[in-house]
C-alpha cells in the first residue's frame, strides 16, 4: 500500500476509542464494512507519540477520548508517552462528546480539555461487580466440582458462594485502591488540583455535566468540536481550520516506522490464556512459545529478549514448560520481563 507523508504542521490524531492490540495486526477483515483494517499494537502508538515528541512536522497531539478501549495498564503506559511529549513543549488538546472516566485516564494529561454542551462527563470512581450463580445451580440441582487452593484464590466463588467472601472483599479493595490512588494523584499532578477533594466529588456524585467538569478544574471549557479545531489551527499557525493537516496514528505509524538488519532486541508477545500444545491466535501454547523461545536463544543476532505478558494464566504445566524454556535463555542472553494489562497465576509464573 502507499505509504503516507507526514505534511508539515500536523497535528496527530490518537481516537482512544480505536482498537490497539498488544500485537497489533497487518489486516483484519471487518464484517460490516468488508474491508481490511490494520490494528495497531500498543507498542507502535508509544513510539509514534515520543517519535512525534522530535519530529518538526508534528505541532499537537489532537487526543479524541469519548472513550477507552485501552486496559488501565495500557492507558498508563500512554499516560507516560503523552507526558513526554508535553515535555517537549508542544501541546496536547483533548476533546469528545461524552468524556468517560476511563477516556479521562488518559486525557488528563493534555494540555487543554474539551467537552461539547450537550455531553456528559464522567465522574464516579472505581467499581466491581460480580454476578453469582450458585442459587440458580441449586435449582437446576446441578452440583459443580469445583478445586481451588486457599482462601484469595477466588475465580470458582460465583459458582459456590452467594455473595463475594471477606478475603475477596480484601483483595479486590486492595487492587481498586492502588488504582484509584494512583489515578488521582496523577490528575491532581497535571490539573493542579486537591486529591482529597477529587475523591469527595466522586463520592458525592457531584460532576456529570461539562459545566459541572469546568467548575472542578477538571476540563479547561465546554466546547463544541468545531472550536476545537480552530484552537488546533492556531496552534499550527493556519488561518482556516479546514486546511488544517489532521493525520492518524496509525498512518503516522506507517510513515515513520523504520527496519534494521543489524543486532536485535527480541520482544515475544505472551498474549492470551495459557494452554499445552501448540495453541492458537489469543492462546498462549507450551510448544509453540518452547520452540520460539529457542529459536530466539540460538539467533546469534539476537542480544536481548523482551518478554511481554498480558495473560490471566491457564494451565500450570503449560506455564511450567515455558518457565523452563526462559530459564534456559537467561542463563546465555538478557531477559527482561514487561507486564500489562494482566500478568496473573500463570502469566506471572512465566
Not at 468517560?100 to 464516579?124: C, D, K
Not at 463544541?224 to 498512518?251: F, P
Not at 536463544?297 to 515455558?322: F, M, Q, T, W, Y
Not at 527482561?336 to 494482566?342: A, C, R
Request: hydrophobic share 40%; glycine share 8%; charged share 25%.
Amino acid at each position: 500500500s502507499e505509504v503516507p507523508v507526514v505534511k508539515e504542521q500536523s497535528v496527530l490524531l490518537i481516537d482512544l476509542s480505536n482498537e490497539v492490540t498488544e500485537r497489533g495486526s497487518d489486516e483484519d477483515f471487518h464484517p460490516l464494512t468488508f474491508s481490511a483494517e490494520s490494528v495497531p499494537s500498543l507498542r507502535s502508538i508509544i513510539g509514534a507519540v515520543e517519535n512525534a515528541a522530535t519530529d518538526s512536522s508534528i505541532k499537537a497531539i489532537y487526543l479524541k477520548a469519548g472513550y477507552n478501549s485501552l486496559g488501565y495498564a495500557a492507558s498508563q503506559e500512554l499516560r507516560e508517552a503523552l507526558l513526554l511529549f508535553k515535555k517537549s513543549g508542544k501541546k496536547i488538546i483533548a476533546n469528545a462528546d461524552v468524556m468517560s472516566l476511563r477516556a479521562y485516564e488518559v486525557a488528563h494529561m493534555a494540555n487543554e480539555i474539551y467537552v461539547q454542551p450537550g455531553g456528559a462527563f464522567e465522574w464516579n470512581g472505581y467499581f466491581i461487580e460480580l454476578m453469582f450463580f450458585k442459587n440458580a445451580l441449586d435449582r437446576l440441582e446441578i452440583k459443580p466440582e469445583i478445586f481451588y487452593a486457599g482462601q484469595f484464590k477466588s475465580a470458582t466463588e460465583p459458582f459456590r458462594l452467594t455473595k463475594m467472601s471477606e478475603a475477596n472483599k480484601v483483595q479486590y479493595r486492595a487492587f481498586l485502591d492502588g488504582m484509584y490512588n494512583n489515578l488521582l494523584f496523577s490528575i491532581a499532578g497535571q490539573r493542579n488540583l486537591d486529591s482529597s477533594k477529587l475523591r469527595q466529588l466522586a463520592n458525592q456524585l457531584a460532576v456529570r455535566t461539562p459545566e459541572q467538569a469546568k467548575a472542578a478544574g477538571l476540563i479547561t471549557d465546554v466546547w463544541y468540536e468545531d472550536q476545537v479545531r480552530n484552537r488546533l489551527a492556531r496552534l499550527c499557525g493556519i488561518s482556516q481550520a479546514a486546511d488544517l493537516n489532521i493525520m492518524s496514528v496509525k498512518d503516522y505509524i506507517k510513515a515513520t516506522e523504520a527496519t534494521g538488519a543489524g543486532d536485535r532486541i527480541a520482544v515475544i508477545y505472551a498474549d492470551g490464556d495459557i494452554v499445552t500444545g501448540k495453541g492458537e491466535d489469543g492462546l498462549i501454547g507450551s510448544d509453540t512459545y518452547r520452540s520460539l523461545i529457542a529459536k530466539v536463544r540460538n539467533d546469534k543476532k539476537v542480544k536481548a529478549v523482551v518478554l511481554r505478558v498480558n495473560s490471566p494464566g491457564g494451565s500450570a504445566i503449560a506455564s511450567e514448560l515455558i518457565w523452563r524454556e526462559l530459564t534456559l535463555l537467561k542463563k546465555e542472553k538478557p531477559l527482561v520481563v514487561s507486564m500489562g494489562d494482566y500478568a496473573a497465576s500463570g502469566g506471572y509464573y512465566i
